[in-house]
């Protein structure tokens, strides 16, 4: 299901990579918004989804996200080092800090760095209920602007977040930037289902089951109706993969996982 080896991308001419799912910055899922309109509305979807979005995860993946996100962290292979230090941004409610963490024998720190207090305080909880706080510090800012020194980490995670941010170009520079030389750029996200039969199987359980699910644990189906939404604006994973590439980094390549319903992609600052 979790293929192991990751596709070296071939870069087309920079006309050529237009993506068709482009304006993120203006589309708050299939709705345009102005500029500077999109990330408050972002930021009510996580408000309101925060306390059930844990068990939404799950619901919403049937389970699968643990296992694309415990490919990623494989993927990573934190050191077991006091010193390793890594951003996890858009870190929400923990899931990819924890698992570094974990995966470096309780030995790496990461912060998780969100701009929703409201994600935030689920995962300080879920943090202290492990008892792995210390390894951890919860940072509340804005990926387009992150408080930290340049040549900071040595890894850069984003796990289902890169795709909420308005201007994507701007949080993959600043990733760059914070970043030391050798740190390791990861990024996971919803992508474009590569594989016949499951693409249609995919867009029926995203618009008609995922948005009733929504209603029925938490009470509103607009915010899975965005988030759904959401998937379908995100650029494909070439495209995703010249931006990264365009943001300076180095040896840029993508993994499909469950035939491109999700994709890791990786760059390198060298
Ligand atoms: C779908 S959740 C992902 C949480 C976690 N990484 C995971 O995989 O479970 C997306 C997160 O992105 C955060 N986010 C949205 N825009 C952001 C921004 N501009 N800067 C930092 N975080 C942002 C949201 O607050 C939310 O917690």
Known sequence: MVPAKFVEVEFRMADERVSARGGMETSFGFREVGAGEKQPLVNDVFHKVAKRYDIMNDVMSAGLHRVWKDAMIAALNPPSRED??????????????????????????????????????VGAERARKKGIDANLDFVEANAEDLPF?????DAYTIAFGIR????IEVALKEAHRVLKRGGRLL????????????DRFYDAWSFNAIPKFGKLITGDDAPYQYLV????????QRDFAAMIRDAGFARVSFTNYTGGI???HSGWKI
């Open 84 to 121: 390793y230090r890594v951003l996890d941004v858009a870190g929400g409610t923990g899931d990819i800090a924890f698992r570094i963490v974990e995966r470096s024998g309780r030995k790496a720190h990461a912060t998780v760095l969100d701009i929703n207090g409201s994600m935030l305080s």
């Open 149 to 153: 020194a340049a040549n900071s980490f």
């Open 164 to 167: 909420n941010v308005p201007r």
């Open 187 to 198: 990024v996971l996200e919803f992508s474009e289902v590569e594989m016949p039969l499951l």
């Open 229 to 236: 939404e959401s998937i379908r604006k995100f650029p494909n």
């Open 262 to 264: 999700a994709a890791l």
